[in-house]
């Protein structure tokens, strides 16, 4: 396990050039909700228009969903379909497996982890991943329960610890971790504290801080940060 710092001043950017890394040749990856995650995904779009990228072979899955209609304003899939799916339409296909977040958050978790078991072996070339100002990632919140889940990949969130305040479904930390690389996005002063509490030197896995339980289990952490997200941690660099 490592967690290696690269800060940017256009996390998007370096993050979209790893999403082509895992594309080339059919990759498996994980796409997060939020709004750098968002602008990653523009940029991916620009890059696969200008190096002309085929993306038949590649599978992109959700990491965490609201239980809303996939129309609904609050849903990542809603994101993900107009940052990257519907720009992509008539350039290349891809396949994407969404989480049912409109069955609630048991059926839809049960859903979900019956699709990823039915694809094989649990096991993704790149999964991204944002952080919240609370330390909390994909729909996994400081202090509850989920956070100690290791016999599913897919677990059901009655109630989210930040807004929108909507049941949620999640992928699991074992199934968020089964990969050579995670990436962590972050911009801006508000998530300084979180990513230092998380990731900085001297830190150790923390229920109360959810981001840091993936550094135990992870092969590889790149945390992709503007400067401003990198303050807190300025004084340890």
Not at 26 to 41: C, D, F, K, M, W
Not at 78 to 95: C, F, K, N, Q, V
Not at 196 to 214: E, I, K, M, N, W
Request: glycine share 10%.
């Amino acid at each position: 396990m490592s967690v290696a710092f690269e800060v940017v001043e256009d996390p998007a950017r370096a993050c979209a050039a790893l999403m082509i890394s895992a594309a080339i040749g059919g990759g498996q990856i994980v796409l997060a909700g939020g709004s750098t995650p968002e602008a990653a995904n523009e940029r991916f779009v620009e890059a696969v228009r200008t190096v002309g990228l085929g993306l038949e072979g590649t599978t992109f899955w959700v990491g965490d969903e609201r239980c809303v209609e996939p129309d609904d304003g609050r849903s990542n899939y809603r994101m993900i379909r107009e940052s990257l799916i519907e720009p992509l339409a008539g350039i290349t296909e891809a396949r994407v497996e969404r989480i049912h977040g409109e069955l609630g958050p048991e059926a839809g978790a049960e859903d979900y982890d019956s699709r990823l078991r039915a694809a094989g072996p649990a096991h993704f070339d790149l999964v991204l991943l944002g952080i919240g100002p609370d330390g909390h990632t994909a729909s996994l919140f400081p202090g509850q329960a989920t956070l100690s889940v290791r016999d599913r990949l897919v677990v059901g969130v009655p109630e989210a610890g930040l807004e929108p305040f909507v049941p949620r479904v999640s992928l699991t930390l074992p199934a968020l971790t089964a990969t050579p690389q995670v990436v962590v996005l972050a911009s801006g002063a508000s998530k300084a504290e979180a990513i230092a509490q998380a990731f900085g030197p001297g830190t150790r896995p923390d229920p109360a801080v959810p981001s840091s339980l993936l550094v135990p289990a992870a092969a590889l952490i790149t945390v992709l940060l503007d400067p401003a997200a990198a303050s807190e941690l300025e004084p340890a660099r």
